[in-house]
């Protein structure tokens, strides 16, 4: 259920978004739900996103061992 739930996410951010959606989505540790968030803010341009993301990444990579 939880595995379904995430893949009707992701596909609700594909079908809104497009390629800013798997931009989002291909950050290690992004899940749809992060890339929701992120998506929800305004850009000015590719490189605000893929900073954005990055950023994501890092927290993740922070705060992982935490998780469980």
């Known amino acids: 259920k939880k ?3 995430a893949a009707m996410m992701a596909a609700e951010l594909f079908s809104e978004y497009g390629y800013r959606a798997v931009m989002a989505l291909s950050g290690r540790g992004v899940g749809p739900k992060t ?5 929800e803010m305004v850009f ?3 490189d605000e996103l893929t ?3 990055f950023g994501e990444e890092i927290r993740y990579a922070r705060t992982r061992r935490f998780w469980d």
């Not at 890339?35 to 998506?39: C, E, N, S």
Request: charge should be positive; charged fraction near 50%.
């Open 51 to 53: 900073r954005k993301v």
């Open 44 to 46: 000015a341009d590719e």
């Open 35 to 39: 890339a929701g968030r992120i998506l």
């Open 3 to 5: 595995r379904f739930r």
